[in-house]
């Protein structure tokens, strides 16, 4: 899964794949308890599936890592989207980078994670620490 110019479609059905697989997946992140008031998982795995642009800029980043045998609790997929806006957003697809597509963009780049399992749904993942691309 190296290929960082994925079309729409490609997109889509790269995303529709990982929801079928992770059924606690949508934008909003992985493993968002249940009762959070923000948190409608049917809608925020909807609004995933149209955040395909963010996806992809997701997955350009992804492509940047490199993992290792252990899960690495110093970098978390907040901090990885803010990473990811920073330096693989661009004109043609926006910027932003959403929790949820982060987390999709790890696992389609076959990143094992650990959810926090809070309230915000965020995760760590097996990359090394030493080639984090970092723009701060």
């Not at 907040?78 to 790890?106: F, P, S, T, W």
């Amino acid at each position: 899964m190296t290929n960082i110019d994925l079309s729409e479609s490609d997109a889509v059905s790269a995303i529709d794949a990982l929801l079928a697989s992770h059924p606690s997946l949508g934008w909003w992140g992985i493993d968002v308890p249940e009762g959070v008031k923000r948190h409608d998982l049917a809608q925020s795995r909807v609004s995933l599936r149209a955040c395909w642009r963010e996806f992809v800029i997701a997955c350009k980043y992804a492509d940047l890592l490199s993992p290792r045998n252990s899960i690495n609790r110093s970098h978390n997929s907040y901090g990885l989207k803010h990473r990811a806006e920073q330096l693989c957003g661009d004109g043609n697809l926006g910027g932003y980078v959403g929790n949820g597509a982060m987390i999709a963009a790890m696992l389609y780049k076959g990143f094992k994670y650990e959810s926090l399992k809070n309230e915000f749904g965020y995760a760590y993942f097996n990359i090394s620490s030493r080639n984090v691309p970092s723009a701060f």
